[in-house]
């Protein structure tokens, strides 16, 4: 490789890192073998040129990329500072996150490596530390404890449906809304400018998620449940019908990554049974979810779906022993696709379990109702209280249904900043949700348009 080349390299990981790298992390994490030495020359040859710069004292310094200023306001580099943010990253994590942020051509082509399943030895080996484990049993402690499998996911069920049917959606890039989501579960009314396949979407996944609560007692890591629960989140989604239900029989690519799935049908169905007999014997309900999570996904057992039935499988755990369930609540899409890249090219999960561990305690206290206890007030809701008051008001005084205040957020929501339109709206359709007769006063809402409102809104 010119040593053209090997700047380029080297400019482009320091840029993917919103944080700075070190020479040792860079000596890492770039993809060909260089000395230190050699490295320190390269680093101020792009100095030199203004296209790095560096900050701290010897061995605290780290290089970061020199950004033109227009360039710093750009969508691409917000949103990305904006998810390394809303996110706490492990120096694992983001190592990985640079690594799968390169461009596809400079990452090497891998293929399935079965050892990764096959290693892995249930209650001996685990994905999660135990402080981690005993963290997540804090978040998730409902004190249903005692109570029947699917007792306490059977109390919050209306709020489930559209709170899991949405997010696991939303990361699929289905472009409905929490409102709209809202409208087709309980009210089956469907948006005019949503695609049918959307629409299907999200249906899918109210029906797999009502089997897996109504039968929790009965579901597990087997066959017959990931069989049918494949098959009802497929449904009418898959070219072939007879597909839904059914593993793979042929091979498949993963878009924008250099991981190719296993391709042997005989082998595709040993390894999927190895999934569930592995995960069947893992005692502790969180690495039980999250082994899931990881496996299914990496075998790619089904012809497409295969996220969505690791999403709701992980729950299986959760109901059947009253834990908080996961719905992927806030999740930012670009942070769960980087961790499966990570899961997929490098065998690793400290990125994805940055995510998955931020993502359990956001749903924990949204189902627990103690959203004090996230420390720290929302700096998007501070930053726009005013124009959130304003709006959620202006729909209760006006006694506006679903349909109408659904319109009146995309309309208000057109005044806003392209990065914090979705946002907002989220915001708004949450606060909308969850507006009751103990908490409308924070809105400035009188009792009389509360009530008012209230008819319109369930009717």
């Not at 944080?19 to 770039?30: F, H, N, S, T």
């Amino acid at each position: 490789m010119e040593n053209q080349d090997e700047l380029q390299l080297i400019k482009e990981l320091i840029a993917s890192s919103s944080d700075g790298l070190g020479i040792e992390q860079l000596l890492r994490l770039l993809p060909f073998k260089i000395e230190k030495r050699a490295l320190q020359r390269r680093l101020k040859s792009l100095k030199e040129k203004n296209l790095i710069q560096l900050k701290g004292n010897a061995r605290s310094t780290k290089y970061y990329t020199n950004v033109p200023e227009q360039t710093q306001d750009s969508g691409k580099i917000k949103s990305e500072e904006e998810l390394q943010s809303t996110i706490p990253l492990s120096q694992e994590g983001k190592d990985i996150w640079a690594l799968v942020s390169r461009p596809v051509a400079q990452r090497k082509p891998v293929g399935h490596e079965r050892s990764f399943l096959e290693n892995y030895r249930p209650n001996i080996d685990s994905f999660l530390s135990n402080q981690e484990k005993q963290k997540l049993a804090e978040w998730g402690n409902t004190r249903n404890g005692e109570q029947p499998a699917g007792t306490y996911a059977r109390e919050i069920l209306n709020r489930l449906l559209i709170d899991l049917s949405w997010n696991s959606s939303r990361l699929e890039g289905n472009t409905y809304s929490l409102l709209d989501t809202e409208l087709l579960i309980h009210n089956g009314k469907t948006p005019s400018n949503k695609s049918p396949m959307e629409t299907q979407m999200i249906l899918n996944h109210k029906e797999a998620i009502e089997f897996l609560v109504e039968s929790s007692d009965e579901v597990g890591f087997n066959r017959y449940t990931f069989l049918n629960l494949h098959a009802l989140l497929s449904n009418n989604l898959l070219p072939n019908p007879a597909a839904s239900g059914r593993l793979r029989t042929f091979g498949v690519g993963i878009t924008n990554s250099v991981f190719t799935p296993l391709g042997i049908p005989q082998l595709i169905e040993e390894s999927f049974d190895l999934i569930l007999a592995k995960a069947s014997k893992i005692q502790n309900a969180f690495e039980q979810a999250f082994f899931v999570l990881v496996q299914l996904p990496y075998l790619q057992p089904f012809d497409d779906v295969n996220k969505r039935v690791s999403r709701l499988a992980a729950n299986i755990s959760l109901n059947r022993q009253n834990l908080a369930p996961l719905s992927f609540i806030d999740v930012p899409e670009e942070s769960y696709i980087k961790g499966m890249l990570g899961i997929y090219e490098l065998n690793r999960v400290e990125l994805f379990k940055d995510v998955f561990l931020w993502a359990y305690e956001r749903s924990a206290l949204r189902y627990a109702a103690i959203r004090q206890s996230l420390g720290e007030p929302d700096p998007f809701r501070m930053k726009f209280r005013e124009e959130i008051r304003e709006i959620v008001s202006h729909i209760v005084r006006n006694a506006m249904n679903k349909e109408a205040a659904l319109e009146t957020i995309k309309s208000e929501i057109k005044k806003l900043p392209d990065l914090d339109r979705s946002r907002f709206a989220e915001v708004v359709e949450t606060e909308l949700l969850g507006l009751h007769e103990g908490n409308f006063v924070r809105f400035r809402i009188r009792p009389s348009e509360f009530i008012a409102w209230k008819k319109q809104w369930d009717s």
